[in-house]
């Protein structure tokens, strides 16, 4: 909640944040019939969080009939300030607000809710040496931390995992979802609700659990938002006509960057992205293309340019993608600085 959405305009940045907190309305109905919500934290991206990102947040927790636990992250970690300590959140909002592991026991479901929260903006591997205290209970954690080794985001291993012997660890901090089994613990990590960036492409939402003491069973369920999405398109001799015949049906509710690959005369991208932007709630075209062959034609005369452009093909046909590139950017730009032309690339 409360991104900043840097790479937009003011006024969509601010739009994004206002569909932030929409979403949760339709979040809420995802939630009818559940126990508990689990929320791993990183709920809000940083200590700055607007009032109407507070207001929406409690009536979302209000409009549920689960018990709601949330284990504070690395961005929304808890020190003075934090709305996690100065605000009211409701009788079914359980914050773990300390760095280290508590339990809340649920009697109607003889269930034991464990989990610790972010003190600061890194923690250490807050579930070692962690074991459940009743097996025979259904055992569940909510947990901000990371599989990745040596992280100083509350590193957690495979084995501390298997050992815990929970029957479920809710988990957050990577925005790309997965579920794994360690031992007989499974781990979900659902994602962020809403793609905020091109790191955070595709369908977004949330992971539906149902758990007993034999069985697990995840099912991913999408939340309807705006979607950030890249694609390739080669753009030929006419990259308006590749980039359209390239699209989706349905591209207006969406942020996209459109790269335009293979052998083409330079595009232009600020005029594409002109034609297009209506079709698109944000659109960043980029020239990923490569000369075609004439850029070479002179590399075969006994010239200062021939000689050059030898030296330059020399490495291109041996040089990956992105080598072309900078190489093929080169030659453009000596020759134009040859032939007397404006140095621009």
């Not at 660890?169 to 962020?192: D, E, N, Q, S």
């Amino acid at each position: 909640m409360d991104s900043a959405f840097s790479s937009l305009p003011a006024e969509q940045a601010a739009q994004r944040r206002r569909e932030q907190r929409q979403a949760l309305t339709r979040l809420a109905a995802e939630c009818r019939g559940c126990d508990l919500i689990l929320l791993a934290g990183d709920l809000f991206d940083s200590a700055r969080v607007y009032q109407d990102t507070i207001d929406a947040l409690k009536a979302f927790f209000a409009s549920v009939e689960a018990e709601v636990f949330i284990a504070p992250g690395n961005h929304d970690f808890v020190a003075g300030g934090s709305p996690y300590l100065s605000e009211k959140w409701g009788e079914n909002v359980h914050i773990f607000t300390k760095n280290e592991i508590e339990c809340v026991h649920l009697d109607a479901l003889n269930c034991d809710v464990y989990g610790a929260g972010f003190t600061g903006a890194e923690a250490p591997n807050l579930l070692d040496g962690f074991r459940v205290r009743d097996p025979e209970a259904l055992n569940l954690m909510v947990l901000h931390g990371d599989l990745q080794p040596n992280s100083p985001y509350s590193p957690l291993t495979p084995e501390d995992i298997a050992a815990s012997d929970l029957d479920y660890l809710a988990l957050g901090h990577i925005h790309a979802g997965f579920v794994k089994r360690f031992g007989r613990t499974t781990c979900g990590m659902p994602g962020c609700l809403m793609g905020r960036g091109f790191d955070e492409c595709g369908e977004k939402g949330v992971l539906r659990v149902t758990l007993n003491k034999t069985a697990c069973q995840t099912d991913f369920v999408p939340i309807p938002t705006r979607k950030y999405e890249i694609l390739s398109v080669e753009a030929g001799d006419d990259p308006l006509a590749a980039i359209r015949a390239a699209l989706p049906e349905r591209t207006q509710d969406d942020c996209y960057r459109i790269l335009l690959t293979g052998e083409a005369d330079r595009p232009d991208t600020d005029a594409l992205e002109s034609v297009l932007a209506p079709a698109f709630f944000s659109l960043s075209v980029r020239d990923r293309t490569y000369p075609k062959q004439a850029l070479w034609a002179a590399a075969d005369e006994d010239t200062l340019r021939g000689h050059f452009l030898y030296e330059l093909k020399m490495q291109y046909d041996t040089a990956d993608e992105a080598g072309r590139r900078t190489i093929a950017l080169a030659a453009r730009l000596v020759t134009n600085l040859m032939d007397g032309r404006e140095a621009g690339i």
